[in-house]
């Protein structure tokens, strides 16, 4: 699976129709729409869909049309995050209509293509779930343990000095493994 982490922003041009996608962290979803929308003022269609993992690890995927015929424009876009494996990830394509009208088949191909276009030059990266993990160490070996960590590629989320130092360390499972 993989995602996004920050917005990406392409378009393509179908029978003098403008189509312009803009992937985002779902995180980032809402406010990029009022964004859009107050950014694209004339623009008939606000098509989206996105992806993310609830607390159960579950995909929870939704997709609107906007006005557009039933199934010709969120379902494809859907289905091209869907393809891509992207998750926590979501698209909004703004469309600006050209006069022409595209039918269904035209019209889930443009939006199709829309979110492949931007997918395209996204910077997508690899999820990896991070677990917790806690350690103490002594004072004497704090060091050389931050610098095994390090080059383990964990990251040390809090650090308690008592009589030990405490360390919360976060990774991969397979990272947390190898301490």
């Keep these: 699976m993989f995602f996004v982490d920050s917005e990406f922003v392409n378009s393509i041009d179908v029978t003098k129709s403008k189509f312009i ?3 985002c ?5 809402e406010k990029v729409l009022n964004r859009l929308k ?3 003022p004339k623009a008939r269609h606000f098509v ?7 607390e159960f690890d579950q995909i929870v995927e939704n997709a609107s049309d906007d006005g557009e015929p039933k ?3 969120g379902k494809p876009t859907l289905a091209v ?3 891509n494996e992207l998750i926590n990830t979501a698209v909004i394509t703004v469309r600006y209509f050209g006069g022409t ?3 269904t088949g035209g019209l889930v191909r443009a939006y199709g293509d829309a979110v492949n276009a931007v997918v395209k030059v996204a910077e997508i990266k690899e999820y990896k779930k991070l677990f917790t993990k ?6 004497s070996d704090l060091s050389k343990t931050e610098y095994k960590l390090n080059n383990l590629g964990l990251t040390i989320v809090a650090k308690n000095f008592d009589l030990n130092v405490t360390l919360e360390v976060c990774g991969t499972k397979e990272q947390l493994e190898l301490i």
């Design 21 to 23: 996608a803009h992937l």
């Design 25 to 29: 962290p779902y995180t980032d979803f």
């Design 38 to 40: 107050n950014e694209h």
């Design 48 to 54: 989206y869909a996105y992806r993310y993992l609830n």
């Design 71 to 73: 199934g010709t424009s």
């Design 81 to 83: 995050l869907a393809g």
């Design 101 to 103: 009208l595209l039918g």
């Design 134 to 139: 806690t350690l103490e160490v002594q004072y």
